[in-house]
C-alpha cells in the first residue's frame, strides 16, 4: 500500500468507489496503473535487489478490490473513456440489499488483473537484470488457489496469469 509514499504524493491515492454514496473515498492505496507509480516501485525494488539480497517477497497487497482502481489508467483502457457513475449501471445490478456483478463487471476483473500480472512481470524482469540470483516470492490469497473465480473478482488476482510469471515462490495467505 505504501502509505508512507500518498502522504508525499496524495496524488498517487486511488480513490475508492463508495457504492452507498456514489462518490469516491480515499483509497489508502497506490495507483500502481500509474507509470510513475509503477515506475518509482520498480526502481525500489531494483535498489533492493542490488544489495545482493537472497529474496523479495512482493506483499499480499499487490491486488485490487471490487471496488478500487475505477479512476486509473486500467479504467481508461479497458473502457475507452474515464470513469462515470453511469458505468455502475453497467457493472452492477443494485437493490436495497445486495450489489451483484453484471458480465462487464467480469470482463472489468479480467482486465484488471491481467494487467496487474503485466506489472508485476515487469517488476520481475528489472529486479532480475539487477540481480540474477535473487529469488521472488509472491503473495496469494488463500481464494486464488481455492476459489479462482472469486479471487478474479475480488482482488483481480487471477492464477492462471500470475502462474505465467517468472516467480520463484507463491505464498498462499492462508489466515484461516
Not at 506483499?59 to 475505477?70: A, G, H, I, N
Not at 457493472?91 to 508485476?120: C, G, M, P, Q
Not at 529486479?127 to 482482488?155: D, F, G, T
Request: aromatic content about 12%; proline content about 3%.
Amino acid at each position: 500500500k505504501c502509505l508512507w509514499m500518498i502522504e508525499d504524493r496524495p496524488d498517487w491515492d486511488s480513490p475508492n468507489l463508495d457504492m452507498a454514496s456514489r462518490s469516491f473515498t480515499s483509497g489508502g492505496h497506490l495507483d500502481v496503473f500509474r507509470s510513475d507509480v509503477e515506475g518509482r516501485i520498480g526502481q525500489m525494488l531494483m535498489e533492493i535487489a542490488e544489495t545482493k539480497v537472497d529474496g523479495i517477497l512482493i506483499q499480499d497487497d499487490f491486488v485490487s478490490r471490487q471496488f478500487q482502481d475505477y479512476k486509473t489508467n486500467a479504467w481508461r483502457s479497458f473502457n475507452n473513456q474515464a470513469f462515470t457513475w453511469q458505468n455502475t449501471r453497467e457493472l452492477f445490478d443494485i437493490d436495497e440489499n445486495r450489489i451483484r456483478y453484471k458480465s462487464r463487471y467480469y470482463a472489468w476483473t479480467r482486465h484488471k488483473s491481467r494487467v496487474l500480472s503485466a506489472i508485476l512481470s515487469r517488476w520481475v524482469t528489472r529486479i532480475q537484470l539487477v540481480n540474477p540470483e535473487v529469488k521472488i516470492a509472491v503473495n496469494l490469497y488463500y481464494e486464488s488457489v481455492l476459489s479462482p473465480h472469486h479471487a478474479r473478482l475480488w482482488l483481480s488476482q487471477d492464477l492462471e496469469d500470475l502462474m505465467e510469471l517468472p516467480v520463484d515462490h507463491w505464498a498462499i495467505m492462508a489466515y484461516q
